[in-house]
């Protein structure tokens, strides 16, 4: 009985004193919450809303938070993954206490210890890794590089800005966040446009240490390698050709040498070229490759292994990151789409980021024996994304386009392979 006039009672404290007490009829400030036992036998405290990053990410998309929520309270259960820790949630790297701070328009952590100044034992220039390819003086766009760290004492540090020397042109920004409590990343965005191929340089100085990594700039050539494209909100960049096509040639216009190889699905090797016979492959594996043999991740963070094809630096994209890379694309074509073997000249070109990607239609190879179907009718370019007995992909013909394709059929079959920056 005494649960339905809990509520009377407290909008009766509302009105008579303009404060609220819980288990108290003196309350002494705006909300006065007392503990009813003090002898452990039952829980005490306050808990606040409990909510993951991921969703404090998704509502950072929409514009949930502003300034009406400046000093919100939540207690984060899960970091957000690390692909969507950008915006609101950067540096979001653990579980615990966030407040939503308006000005910065971050969600910054509560640190028991009071640390404020970020500190680190050690920067590991050495270990780094590096995302994308930077070409002379053509702009860079998806590429970082990330620098691991020791020791962190869980401070807050600012962003930095460091420019290149040697080769000159470009900046590694570091984005303002809170390191772990020990071990971590820093990740560079690295932007700006190369003066000249060769070493460009950065010096680091960060917590207290040093250090240095470096960025080669590979020479401008007469077709991209790579183009920067959007995918579900970030830069990346994706490879101009198919793996395996020649990549001397124009990515653009399509002809047989630029078909590429084809892949069975969580495979590292080739099973056939734009040059193998339509018939039947003598040798064929009719198994399949097993659960997460290209992504040891999740879909919406996937994680390369060694039999992903793709060169270092790049990997297999997953259903999550097509399905991105259309929405943000529009569409043409080019060819007669014939539904002929021989035909070549046929492919579905995608608008993204201003870039112009081009995907020939170059058919694939059946899973029972490897023969030849639907060149110049249709592409099917793998996703590292499984499900039961297959594996999503890329799929389009003259008229559609289906990023997330659920394949009739068995990762047995041979597919044409994109690749993009980790």
């Not at 705006?30 to 990053?53: I, N, Q, W």
């Not at 070409?135 to 540090?157: C, L, Q, R």
Request: aromatic letters at 10%.
């Amino acid at each position: 009985m005494k649960k339905k006039y809990l509520l009377p009672i407290l909008f009766s404290c509302t009105l008579s004193y303009g404060q609220v007490g819980i288990n108290s009829l003196t309350p002494k400030t705006t909300l006065d919450v007392t503990s009813k036992t003090t002898d452990g036998s039952a829980s005490e405290g306050f808990m606040v809303p409990r909510v993951t990053g991921n969703s404090l990410k998704a509502a950072d998309a929409v514009g949930v938070y502003a300034e009406a929520q400046n000093s919100a309270l939540v207690f984060v259960t899960e970091a957000p993954d690390p692909s969507n820790r950008t915006g609101q949630v950067e540096g979001m790297d653990g579980p615990g206490f966030y407040y939503f701070d308006a000005g910065s328009n971050r969600w910054v952590k509560m640190i028991s210890s009071g640390t404020s100044t970020a500190a680190v034992t050690q920067l590991l220039c050495s270990g780094s890794s590096d995302i994308g390819v930077v070409i002379a003086n053509a702009p860079a766009a998806g590429v970082s590089t990330s620098i691991p760290y020791t020791g962190g004492n869980g401070g807050i540090y600012s962003s930095q800005t460091v420019n290149s020397i040697g080769v000159t042109g470009l900046t590694a920004v570091l984005a303002s966040g809170t390191l772990n409590n020990g071990n971590g990343t820093l990740i560079f965005n690295i932007t700006g446009t190369p003066s000249a191929a060769g070493t460009a340089i950065f010096d680091i100085d960060f917590g207290g240490q040093t250090c240095g990594f470096s960025r080669t700039i590979q020479p401008a050539g007469s077709f991209p390698d790579v183009v920067p494209v959007i995918v579900n909100g970030e830069t990346r960049q994706i490879m101009t050709h198919n793996l395996g096509a020649d990549m001397s040639l124009d990515p653009n216009t399509p002809v047989q040498a630029i078909m590429g190889n084809y892949y069975q699905w969580g495979r590292k090797n080739v099973v056939a070229t734009a040059y193998t016979g339509s018939g039947a492959i003598s040798g064929w594996t009719v198994t399949s490759g097993g659960n997460m043999a290209w992504n040891s991740g999740t879909e919406n963070s996937p994680v390369k292994t060694g039999n992903d094809p793709c060169p270092a630096g790049f990997r297999v994209l997953s259903r999550y990151e097509w399905q991105g890379f259309y929405s943000a694309s529009t569409t043409t074509k080019l060819g007669s789409w014939s539904g002929a073997n021989n035909n070549y000249s046929t492919a579905k070109v995608f608008h993204n980021n201003g870039s112009i990607i081009t995907f020939p239609a170059a058919g694939y190879r059946g899973y029972s024996g490897g023969a030849l179907y639907y060149r110049s009718s249709s592409g099917y370019y793998w996703s590292s994304t499984e499900y039961t007995g297959g594996a999503y992909s890329l799929f389009f013909n003259n008229t559609s386009v289906n990023p997330g394709h659920n394949f009739i059929g068995s990762r047995a079959s041979g597919f044409s392979v994109r690749c993009i920056s980790e």
